[in-house]
């Protein structure tokens, strides 16, 4: 018999918004997840008019409040199952605190929260209710990051001494702010985005892939926020200098104002047996270098196991259900992946055997904290003259 369809609730999304479209198409990738409700707008007049306008059938909500409110009187089958939240940063916190006090499991957007209290509210709750959270670290779904992280973590490049992870974009190198893109709008304001621009939009997303694959964390670092594009109020250039909790040293870095560079998000791995290089722009693939030896290429799809270099090849990442190789995934496949680990815990969550999530399938809520510490940490540093800040 074929499983009941899990539903999904919109907080943002409305008219020209972004990342709306890539979460909802992965909603959509599997037939076992819809989308059946939202919140599109602040305004509630606003809200019910792009909500009526949507491609396909939407039951409307004039806020996030009513929409939790009114899902929760409807029975299980019916109501949503679980809240998407993809409004700015700055709209985070209050949606998904009231989805978690009702006992909605949550999908929300990157950074997590604006401020770190927030942040670890939102941790307490999701440990007292032990209710599904994942944050829309989107790389992290990927099969090439996935495998990666059996890579480094399984010792295969020995001891890590160097990382270097970066998202490097170009989209601000101007005022593109003044020219009525939205997006680029809120991100410039500390009210709407938090206290850091471009550390906070994608060096959280840096932070993410480090830790993901290599299992180690920051312990301390020094901070360098710039701003090139002249009033901007918030970094478009965020370089951080990290120690990590094994001794090995990282750099987790981006910039929005480097020309030529659309999604540049990468990692390079250092350890004292090889290197492993990873590159968002190219996600079908992952580069090991060993010495002396000719480049290995790694492919979704072309793993054989123990060839050599790799040993055992976890059966999760040889058997992806997804389309043969060769045939590009990208993006909108890695949201899939998500989502469809989310709505996994989300049905664990219903009948009773959720065991909580361990990070090794998407990012937690606690990621999410850990993201917001790092840029409370990179914010110190750069305001007292780069000194060494713990996290
Ligand atoms: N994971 C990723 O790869 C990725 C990529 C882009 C953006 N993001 C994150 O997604 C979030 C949204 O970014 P975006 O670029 O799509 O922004 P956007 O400006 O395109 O869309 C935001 C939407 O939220 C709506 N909104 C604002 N306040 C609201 C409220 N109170 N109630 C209901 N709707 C409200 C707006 O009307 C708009 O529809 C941000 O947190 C951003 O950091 C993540």
Same mark, same amino acid.
Request: hydrophobic content about 35%; some cysteine.
């Given at each position: @018999? ?41 305004? /509630?007049?606003?809200?019910? #008019? ?6 396909? &059938? ?8 009513? @929409? ?15 809240? *998407? ?14 989805? *978690? ?9 990157? &950074? ?25 670290? =989107?790389? *992290? ?5 996935? @495998? ?54 994608? +060096? %959280? ?13 920051? =312990? ?10 002249? +009033? ?6 965020? %370089? ?31 350890? #004292? ?9 190219? /996600? ?29 090849? /976890? ?8 389309? /043969?190789? +060769?045939?590009? #995934? ?26 909580? #999530? ?34």
């Amino acid at each position: @018999m074929s499983k009941r369809i899990v539903n999904v609730g919109l907080v943002g999304g409305g008219a020209g918004a972004f990342i709306v479209h890539p979460h909802q198409k992965a909603i959509h990738f599997d037939g076992t997840r819809r989308v059946t409700c939202a919140a599109l707008h602040p305004d /509630p007049a606003v809200a019910l #008019e792009e909500a009526r306008n949507w491609t396909y &059938p939407l039951r409307g909500y004039g806020s996030y409040e009513e @929409m939790i409110a009114e899902e929760m009187k409807k029975p299980i089958g019916e109501r949503m199952d679980y809240v *998407l939240i993809v409004t700015p940063n700055h709209v985070h916190y209050g949606p998904a605190k009231m989805a *978690l006090e009702a006992g909605i499991p949550v999908f929300c957007e990157k &950074p997590l929260t604006v401020t770190l209290e927030e942040a670890q509210d939102l941790s307490c709750i999701v440990k007292e209710k032990n209710i599904p959270f994942c944050v829309a670290h =989107t790389y *992290l779904g990927h099969w090439s990051t996935r @495998m990666c992280r059996h890579i480094v973590r399984t010792g295969l490049l020995g001891k890590i001494r160097w990382v270097d992870a970066y998202y490097i974009q170009g989209w601000l190198a101007g005022r593109t702010e003044d020219k009525g893109v939205v997006q680029a709008e809120w991100r410039v304001d500390p009210k709407r985005a938090g206290i850091s621009g471009c550390g906070g939009d994608i +060096g %959280t997303h840096a932070l993410m892939q480090l830790r993901y694959v290599t299992g180690l964390e920051v =312990t301390r670092l020094q901070g360098f926020l710039e701003a090139f594009v002249e +009033g901007r109020r918030l970094d478009d250039h965020f %370089t951080t200098y990290c120690e990590l909790n094994n001794g090995a040293k990282a750099l987790v870095r981006a910039s929005q104002i480097s020309i030529g560079h659309k999604n540049d998000l990468g990692l390079e791995v250092n350890g #004292e047996k090889g290197t492993l290089r990873w590159r968002q722009e190219e /996600p079908e693939k992952l580069v090991i270098n060993l010495p002396g030896q000719p480049d290995r290429v790694y492919w979704r799809g072309e793993i054989q196991p123990n060839d050599g270099f790799l040993g055992d090849v /976890p059966a999760s990442l040889l058997q992806e259900p997804t389309i /043969p190789s +060769g045939h590009s #995934e990208g993006f909108h496949d890695a949201f899939a992946r998500l989502h469809r680990f989310f709505e996994e815990d989300v049905r664990a969550y219903q009948n009773g055997s959720y065991k909580g #999530e361990d990070g090794a399938r998407y990012a937690t809520v606690d990621d999410g904290v850990v993201g917001i510490a790092f840029l409370n940490a990179a914010v110190e540093s750069n305001q007292s003259d780069h000194k060494w800040v713990s996290m």
